[in-house]
C-alpha cells in the first residue's frame, strides 16, 4: 500500500527566505504527484502537477521536482510571503488507475512570519 | 461552474441521524472523487466515479456510507445512523479523467456529529 511522507510536519520562516518542502513515497509505481495547499478551513488548491514521466513543473514563485526512481518529490517556493502561509499537502496517484484515488501525505504546515 | 461546489458547508447533526452530502463537480469533467479529512489527519480516500462505470465501495469506512452520481454530474454522499467518529470534513474532488490530470477540490463540508 502506497504511503507518503511529508517533513517537516511544520515550518516557520521569516518574509523573504527560500524553502524547501519534502515528500516521499514508497510506491514507485505512480502515474502523477499533484501539491496542493490548503488554507484554514478552506479546501484544496492545486499548485502544480507533475506526470510521471516529468522531472519538474513551474509556476510563478514555486518548483516542483519528481525523483520516481528514489520516490522523492520537493517544492521549492522562492522569495517566500506572509501570503505563503497554509498547509502544504503532497500527493501521489498510483498506477493502479485511480482505483484508490489520491494518496495524501499529513502535510506540512508553513508560517511565513512577516 | 467554475469549481467545484459543495453543499452544505457545514452540518451539524445528532448522533444516530442520517445526513446527505452534495458534490457538484466542474462541468465535463468524468471522475469525481469523495475523500475525509478527520481533524489533525490526512486525507483518505473513499470512493471514485468514472463516467458510468459502477463505482468501486471498497474504500467506504463501513456499510453506513454510500454514494450515488447521476451520471457525470452531481454526487452525493450519504451517511447513515452518523456516529460521533464521523466527524470531520469531507471533500469533493474532479477531474478531466481518471488518471494523469489534475484533480480539483471543492471547499468541503465540515459534519459535526453531537
Known amino acids: 500500500k502506497q504511503e507518503v511522507t511529508q517533513i517537516p510536519a511544520a515550518l516557520s520562516v521569516p518574509e523573504g527566505e527560500n524553502l524547501v518542502l519534502n515528500c516521499s513515497f514508497t510506491?514507485?509505481?505512480?502515474?502523477?504527484l499533484q501539491w496542493f495547499r490548503q488554507d484554514p478551513g478552506k479546501g484544496l488548491t492545486s499548485l502544480l502537477l507533475?506526470?510521471?514521466?516529468?522531472r519538474e513543473q513551474t509556476s510563478g514563485r514555486l518548483n516542483a521536482s519528481l525523483d520516481k526512481s528514489s520516490g522523492r518529490s520537493t517544492l521549492y517556493i522562492a522569495a517566500s510571503q506572509p501570503g505563503d502561509s497554509a498547509t502544504y499537502l503532497c500527493?501521489?496517484?498510483?498506477?493502479?488507475?485511480?482505483?484508490?484515488?489520491?494518496?495524501f501525505g499529513k502535510g506540512t504546515h508553513l508560517i511565513i512570519q512577516p | 461552474g467554475a469549481g467545484v461546489s459543495q453543499s452544505p458547508s457545514n452540518k451539524v447533526t445528532e448522533k444516530g441521524k442520517d445526513v446527505e452530502l452534495r458534490c457538484d463537480p466542474i462541468?465535463?469533467?468524468?471522475?469525481l472523487y469523495w475523500y475525509r479529512q478527520r481533524l489533525g489527519q490526512g486525507l483518505e480516500f473513499l470512493i471514485y466515479?468514472?463516467?458510468?462505470?459502477?463505482?468501486?465501495k471498497s474504500g467506504l469506512p463501513s456499510d453506513r456510507f454510500s454514494a450515488e452520481r447521476t451520471g457525470e454530474s452531481v454526487s452525493t454522499l450519504t451517511i447513515q445512523r452518523t456516529q460521533q467518529e464521523d466527524s470531520a470534513v469531507y471533500l469533493c474532488?474532479?477531474?478531466?479523467?481518471?488518471?494523469?490530470?489534475?484533480?480539483?477540490f471543492g471547499q468541503g463540508t465540515r459534519l459535526t456529529v453531537v
Open positions: 466515479f468514472q463516467g458510468n462505470s459502477a463505482p468501486d
Open positions: 510506491d514507485s509505481a505512480i502515474y502523477n
Open positions: 462541468s465535463g469533467h468524468t471522475a
Open positions: 507533475i506526470q510521471s514521466s516529468q
Open positions: 500527493a501521489v496517484g498510483d498506477s493502479g488507475g485511480g482505483a484508490d484515488g489520491l494518496t
Open positions: 474532488a474532479s477531474s478531466l479523467a481518471l488518471t494523469n490530470t489534475e484533480a480539483f
